[in-house]
């Protein structure tokens, strides 16, 4: 089954402006979704929404700045059968 939310925690507060979660394809393609948002109750999660996905493989882009200023940013893939 298919997840309908990703979601990643973070051991520090984020700034919302400079964070931002995607999703696509393991061929790049992007999905569309609503775009990945800071969680206004816990501002060290960030999360998006996701539509129905086929089965295949797919690609987490994540990309933060904690509120001390820290980038940082990486991948990591899921499968739905």
Do not use: K
């Amino acid at each position: 089954m298919a997840p309908a939310l990703v979601r990643i925690w973070f051991d520090a507060a984020l700034e919302p402006a400079f964070s931002s979660l995607r999703v696509q394809t393991a061929r790049g393609q992007p999905i569309p979704h609503e775009e990945g948002q800071v969680d206004t109750s816990n501002a060290a999660l960030l999360t998006v929404r996701l539509p129905p996905l086929a089965s295949g493989m797919y690609r987490v882009l994540w990309s933060v700045v904690a509120r001390d200023g820290h980038r940082t940013e990486g991948t990591y893939i899921f499968t739905v059968q």
